[in-house]
T-cell receptor, first 116, second 113 residues
């Protein structure tokens, strides 16, 4: 399958600071990228969908000014958690795919964010 | 939007037994149903998937069945082994380009030897 790499794998930041997470498709051009959040022992909750050439579409309840998503190129998407608070501590996972694959997408390895 | 329900939330079996996890979905337009296995702190791994034009798919010890009329699909694992212990998630999607997977809440499978 296609390879998606996420960086960093884990990060600790102080409350009130911002942190950026990168998601890269290494061997294909991703026309669509998705960001999910997973709290401990819970499911993957879709945060936003980013399609080529358009702004990210956020799910209901996800603050777009707090979780900034940039689909900078066909191989890179970034998620910036602004003014992070302890309740933002979670596992963030991206997935990437291409239009012609339908919804088949490949996951990054995830980023464990801890806000202290 | 799509809503996926998954049962049971936890499942404990003896090594060698079979395990069945069931999911229901709400959107009749959904036509892609993957299953993922996730180990602690790692990314979900696709283990099998099925599309709406088939009713059953099998890959060695793993099989998935789909009933579109009833809007439910199931994962069957036979001859379970301790290394099958993990969290399993079902998901559903319309299959349209650019649409995301919607996940069930997960099932923690424990296989004891």
């Amino acid at each position: 399958g296609a390879v998606v790499s996420q960086h960093p794998s884990w990060v600790i930041c102080k409350s009130g600071t911002s942190v950026k997470i990168e998601c890269r498709s290494l061997d294909f051009q991703a026309t669509t990228m998705f960001w999910y959040r997973q709290f401990p022992k819970q499911s993957l909750m879709l945060m936003a969908t980013s399609n080529e050439g358009s702004k990210a579409t956020y799910e209901q309840g996800v603050e777009k000014d707090k979780f900034l998503i940039n689909h900078a190129s066909l191989t890179l998407s970034t998620l910036t958690v602004t003014s992070a608070h302890p309740e933002d501590s979670s596992f963030y996972i991206c997935s990437a795919g291409r239009f012609e694959w339908g919804t088949e997408a490949f996951f990054g390895q995830g980023t464990r964010l801890t806000v202290v | 939007g799509e809503n996926v329900e998954q049962h049971p939330s936890t499942l404990s079996v003896q090594e060698g037994d079979s395990a069945v996890i069931k999911c229901t979905y709400s959107d009749s337009a959904s036509n892609y149903f993957p299953w993922y296995k996730q180990e602690l702190g790692k990314r979900p791994q696709l283990i099998i998937d099925i599309r709406s034009n088939v009713g059953e798919k099998k890959d060695q010890r793993i099989a998935v069945t789909l009933n579109k009329t009833a809007k439910h699909f199931s994962l069957h694992i036979t001859e379970t082994q301790p290394e099958d212990s993990a969290v399993y998630f079902c998901a559903a999607s319309s299959g349209q380009a650019g649409t995301a997977l919607i996940f069930g809440k997960g099932t923690t499978l424990s296989v004891s030897s």
